[in-house]
């Protein structure tokens, strides 16, 4: 590798670390650490069975770009295979972080199943509590063969269940949106030192 082809690869590996750092979505950062390690580990073993020389990492995240939503990762990394030895260390310093993201993650899932349970039985106990209301006014007007009282008594207990319904879908949404926001908020203190791990990368290059 020539040198200037050695600066654009540390350029733009420094920006792609940089916009993922950046980037505000817990969930897409995690994952797009995790294709990281997976391309250092495709690295290390394409070195042992001679893969090909040059590695296009934008082609290698362009399915996480579709499945986590807007990645906008404008620089392509070139990484001569045969020219560089992956230090360990490069691994442990993206490992490091995703594990900090990964048990966020975690308890974020945690507090969102615990806030639906808790959501659910709320919604559980509001319904039963309708139902409970113009039952026996149902039962009466059945009883009294009144047609037109039970269809009236079943449109009002329907349209108080939709209203209870549709304000309990806003709070359980603003709930699940609080919990993801409070995270990711957590996650923005957790990113990769694109110095360190640049200098950890280069640290093993073998002379050409």
Known sequence: MNDHADEDDIGDLMSLIDELNAHTDLT?????????LSFINE?????KSDAPVVKDYKKEIGRAKNDFGKFGFQSKLRLEMKSLLIDPRVKEIVETQR????????KKD???????????????????????????????????????????????????????????????????????????????GIAIDAKEFVEALLAKRIDT
């Open 43 to 47: 690295a290390n073993d394409g070195k």
């Open 99 to 106: 594990k900090k993201l990964e048990d966020l993650q975690h």
């Open 28 to 36: 897409v950062k995690l994952k797009s650490q995790a294709k990281i």
């Open 110 to 188: 945690e507090e969102v199943e615990e806030f639906m349970e808790e959501h659910a039985e709320t919604k559980f106990k509001a319904v039963q509590k309708i139902k409970n209301k113009f039952k026996v006014q149902i039962a009466i007007a059945t009883t009294q063969k009144d047609a037109e009282k039970i269809k009236k008594l079943e449109e009002e207990q329907a349209g108080e269940k939709k209203k209870v319904e549709e304000s309990l879908t806003e709070k359980s949404t603003a709930g699940k949106n609080e919990i993801k926001e409070r995270y990711n908020e957590m996650a923005q």
